[in-house]
């Protein structure tokens, strides 16, 4: 029953905490890490509010130091996913007629619950799992996390009150319906906000979801589930699977009731389920919502009338926070020839000062790459830039996979703008730079636009405001988030809503209106109140 209308203000974002020596946060944290690891955790499935064990377990480790064993999940198969949709299905119903307050409470509820009593358990979680460093952790399984959860229930409430004029005599309204299936949401490694908002934000709108996560991002996917169920979702709304990518997208892009996916991840793979979605349009009751946010080749220009200090700073964090693994790093940068010299030297001297090593030593700059897989990868990037004449490496270079996937901060300079390492994603901790002649700004701006198929994030460093001006309407397809005098990553939600366009997405805006737009399908409704009785205009009538 519906006794009022409910409406939630836009929040403040989550104040991120600072891990400084001798804070209780630094503690806490510690403590959680430890308690982590003196266990070994067995991670279930979730399929109709049930825990599921398959016995078919995959190890999990931190990718800093992988003879540890964190604990295991259970791999599912054919079955479990069938399972996860049935259930998705059979809870559709009572979910989507669920009052909206009740519904909104559930997702504040998880939001403070990771603010206090969970906050530790996540950032701990992802510090092991996916090898951040403290603060990396906090800005993304605390704050971001915690930010996509309230603003996204602000958002809806002021979508739901968007309503239609009406005539007199009639009343219209809109209501903004779930989609008419199930919703299957998959995510990436990278970051447990992203993971925790794909399928919330669909669940939020009153639709069912079947979550398939990265299989390096379990441990923490399964501490944020374990929230969600403690903050009251009720059971079959989100089904948390674990199967092969390719599995999960070929039982699920093969059902009728499939309504919609929620993909953030690489290029390749977002492309491949959208052939697949093509080659099965004639089977669904209802055309899908394909929406994904994928792969960047992020650049940072800097013009001759730039900051030095600002300029390496942007570079250094911009390209090595996480170790280069943001769809939003830093990869490439056009640096002018009047600064060359300044901004190689200064980037070269700060790389020598990061630290890298495990997250549980908290001088660590950098840790560990996600992933053997990863990590060879990288390693052949810039092995190749070792042995090619158009590049030349000028800090780190080195990589090491004897106790967990260490590579280091990397720096290649390269004579030609079409190096590989200039165009293609590598995903880790190297940035390519290009050295431009410092006059030829305009010609510089063309190269940047149209080097890369991505158009993810970027920036412009320049004091010269026409230079920021010209930057920022020659670029302006170029990246769906744009940076002035910034590094290209740390979008926070609420501010800077996030997601690029061309090879890198639907641009559909994750921690935004936009975004829930695409998991709501409207229904008009007109009313009329004094209805006509005759079908003749007045014109038809005699005088
Ligand atoms: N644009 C953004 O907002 C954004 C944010 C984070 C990461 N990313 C991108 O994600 C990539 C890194 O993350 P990743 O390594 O987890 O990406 P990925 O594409 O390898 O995996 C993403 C998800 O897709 C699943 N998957 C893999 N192959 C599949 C298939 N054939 N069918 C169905 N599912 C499949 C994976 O198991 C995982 O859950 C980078 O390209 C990065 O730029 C983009
Ligand atoms: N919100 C993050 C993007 C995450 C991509 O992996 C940023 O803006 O850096």
Redesign the pocket.
Known sequence: MNTGYFQYAAPANEPVLSYAPGSPERAALKKQLAAFKAEVADIPMYIGGKEVRTGNTVDLRPPHEIKHKLGHFHQGDASHVKAAIAAALEAREKWANMDWETRAGIFLRAADLIATKYRFHMNAATMLGQSKNAYQAEIDSACELIDFLRYNVHFLSEIYRQQPVSAPLTHNRVEYRPLEGFVLA??????SA?AGNLPTSAAMCGNVVVW??????VFAANMFMKIMIEAGLPEGVINLVYA???????ICFADPHFAGIH????????Q??WKTIGENIHKYKTYPRIV?????KDFVVIHKSADVDTSVTALARGAFEYQG????AASRAYIPSNLADQIKSKLVAELKTMKMGTTEDFSNFINAV?DER?FDKIAQYIDNAKNDPKAKIIAGGNYNKSEGYFVEPTVIETTDPNYVTMCE?I?GPVLTIYVYDGEKFEDVLQTVDSTSEYA?TGAIIAQDRYAVELATRKLVNSAGNFYINDKPTGAVVGQQP???ARA??TNDK?GSMLNLYRWLSARSIKETFVPATDYRYPFLKEA
């Open positions: 998959v995510t990436p490694f990278n970051f992203i398939k996560p990265a299989n390096t991002q092969g990518g390719p599995l999960i997208g070929d993909f953030t991840g690489s290029t390749g793979v977002f491949t389920m994904g946010e994928t792969g960047g693994q943001k769809c939003s996600i990863s994603e995903f993810l996030f997601g690029g890198s997405g994750a």
